[in-house]
């Protein structure tokens, strides 16, 4: 289920929580109106850490209000602001990395979840899945994590097309949905041959940002 945090006493990177001020583009306020509405501070500092209970809040703020347009914008932000792994060659280890990157990013008790010396994992969040399909260029990420389901697509989708421009990430319809109650959210990942460059994500127009 999106917007409840899975354990209590964790926090979020500083980093990370910026790209929900990022997602608003040049519409700073409504990005500050959210943030208050949590009991954030209104300016975010990159190097402090954050409740993530209440940055959850300001997730379900901002989909009130804008929808899962909102959502999806601040998830392509992610990539661009949160602390990522720096082996990333393929399109296959960018959507890998995502999950070593989320529990980068967050804290429990004052300790950050994951040891990049040790690769070990610290539970209490939830993944971000990663299978691959053999012999396709098709990779199945399921998430069952407290994070909104479009938030989660704007992750996938700027990391995939990192290496691949043409990369296409679609909700699997047929599967649980966060949004429904859901306890995760599957997502199919695909792209075609021979494609590989380096690029940045296309990030929709204020306007379809609108809700409908």
């Not at 500050?32 to 190097?47: C, F, I, Q, T, Y």
């Not at 010396?117 to 994590?145: A, F, P």
């Not at 380096?198 to 809700?211: C, G, V, Y």
């Amino acid at each position: 289920m999106q917007f409840k945090p899975f354990e209590p006493n964790i926090e979020v990177s500083g980093h990370a929580a910026y790209a929900i001020v990022a997602g608003f583009g040049i519409v700073k306020i409504l990005a500050k109106s959210h943030l208050r509405h949590a009991g954030l501070p209104e300016v975010l500092d990159k190097n402090n850490w954050y409740s993530q209970e209440k940055w959850l809040l300001a997730f379900e703020s901002a989909s009130r209000i804008g929808g899962d347009n909102t959502l999806f914008r601040i998830g392509l932000q992610i990539p661009q602001h949160a602390t990522f792994p720096d082996w990333m060659k393929t399109i296959e280890d960018a959507v890998r990395s995502i999950d070593i990157a989320y529990h980068m990013n967050h804290r429990k008790n004052n300790k950050i979840m994951f040891n990049p010396d040790t690769g070990r994992m610290t539970e209490g969040i939830g993944h971000y899945g990663y299978t691959k399909i053999e012999g396709q260029n098709l990779i199945i990420s399921v998430c069952n994590n407290p994070y909104p389901c479009s938030f989660d697509r704007g992750i996938i989708t700027a990391m995939a097309q990192k290496f691949q421009p043409d990369a296409t990430v679609i909700h699997d319809d047929s599967k649980p949905c966060r949004k429904k109650g859901g306890e995760s959210c599957t997502y199919i990942i695909s792209w075609q041959e021979n494609n590989i460059k380096k690029t940045e994500p296309r990030i929709p127009h204020l306007q379809d940002n609108k809700p409908k």
